[in-house]
């Protein structure tokens, strides 16, 4: 019998917290029954005036010294290995790589989605986010309220121009309800890399991605068979795989004007 999540979401818990409690998230503050919680207790609170005063008296004149503003920015540093361990289905969405002019700073760039882009995944390009825009992408991705969005963009020309960004029209599989849950998709793409030896079957080199021959968001009922999916590099993923009648744009534009 499955566990179920002890701060009121009544989901499926994965996690045993630091308090023996099971959540459905690594934090308790993360999980929808508590959130609803917590913004129901908190409806309605004003901060006084006096307390704003006491606040800011007793943080006026604080300073931390350069050592311990290092030794935080070192703790809140995310790393590439770091974000794979605790968000294993955001790596297996998004690319992630350090700046090879810079690999001892550990700068995390990633793909701008705009496929017209420099910095996009088909031109082979890369771009350095800004740390809330990592964050809210990996929130959208990872969370179960989350709605898939919040996409990296390099520039707010990229944003406003691309089709997918919701000002142009949105995303047209937004609201696309999906048949099969994470964790099935998760078995179904380890399947397909076994059977296929994590090799691509394009070029023969080390496989990361699965391809789908009939577009999973067209076709959504043919998104688990692997009859209809091979394993494939990166680059041949996007540079055959997506590159002309099946990429994001092409498809997003097909849905459009049907």
């Given at each position: 019998?499955?566990?179920?999540?002890?701060?009121?979401?009544?989901?499926?818990?994965?996690?045993?917290?630091?308090?023996?409690?099971?959540?459905?998230?690594?934090?308790?503050?993360?999980?929808?029954?508590?959130?609803?919680?917590?913004?129901?207790?908190?409806?309605?609170?004003?901060?006084?005036?006096?307390?704003?005063?006491?606040?800011?008296?007793?943080?006026?004149?604080?300073?931390?010294?350069?050592?311990?503003?290092?030794?935080?920015?070192?703790?809140?540093?995310?790393?590439?290995?770091?974000?794979?361990?605790?968000?294993?289905?955001?790596?297996?969405?998004?690319?992630?790589?350090?700046?090879?002019?810079?690999?001892h700073e550990k700068e995390i760039q990633v793909h701008c989605k705009n496929h017209?882009?420099?910095?996009?995944?088909?031109?082979?390009?890369?771009?350095?986010?800004?740390?809330?825009?990592?964050?809210?992408?990996?929130?959208?991705?990872?969370?179960?309220?989350?709605?898939?969005?919040?996409?990296?963009?390099?520039?707010?020309?990229?944003?406003?121009?691309?089709?997918?960004?919701?000002?142009?029209?949105?995303?047209?599989?937004?609201?696309?309800?999906?048949?099969?849950?994470?964790?099935?998709?998760?078995?179904?793409?380890?399947?397909?890399?076994?059977?296929?030896?994590?090799?691509?079957?394009?070029?023969?080199?080390?496989?990361?991605?699965?391809?789908?021959?009939?577009?999973?968001?067209?076709?959504?009922?043919?998104?688990?068979?692997?009859?209809?999916?091979?394993?494939?590099?990166?680059?041949?993923?996007?540079?055959?795989?997506?590159?002309?009648?099946?990429?994001?744009?092409?498809?997003?534009?097909?849905?459009?004007?049907?």
């Amino acid at each position: 019998m499955k566990m179920k999540c002890q701060y009121g979401c009544n989901q499926e818990a994965k996690y045993q917290l630091k308090n023996n409690k099971w959540c459905c998230s690594q934090s308790c503050n993360s999980c929808p029954g508590m959130r609803r919680k917590n913004s129901k207790s908190n409806m309605g609170r004003n901060i006084t005036i006096e307390t704003r005063m006491k606040l800011r008296a007793y943080n006026l004149g604080k300073k931390k010294s350069s050592d311990t503003i290092q030794k935080l920015r070192r703790k809140s540093k995310n790393t590439i290995s770091k974000i794979k361990q605790k968000y294993p289905f955001f790596s297996t969405i998004e690319k992630m790589r350090y700046n090879p002019l810079i690999p001892h700073e550990k700068e995390i760039q990633v793909h701008c989605k705009n496929h017209n882009c420099k910095n996009s995944k088909e031109r082979g390009g890369w771009f350095t986010p800004t740390y809330r825009q990592l964050a809210e992408r990996i929130r959208q991705v990872e969370q179960v309220d989350g709605n898939g969005g919040s996409y990296f963009y390099c520039s707010e020309k990229c944003k406003e121009t691309c089709i997918l960004y919701r000002s142009q029209g949105a995303d047209p599989f937004r609201n696309t309800k999906k048949i099969y849950t994470t964790n099935e998709y998760k078995q179904f793409r380890n399947y397909v890399l076994e059977r296929d030896n994590y090799k691509c079957q394009y070029c023969g080199e080390l496989a990361e991605h699965v391809h789908h021959e009939r577009p999973q968001k067209l076709e959504p009922f043919f998104a688990l068979d692997p009859d209809f999916a091979w394993s494939c590099c990166e680059k041949c993923h996007y540079n055959k795989g997506h590159k002309d009648e099946c990429s994001t744009g092409n498809l997003a534009i097909l849905k459009c004007e049907r």
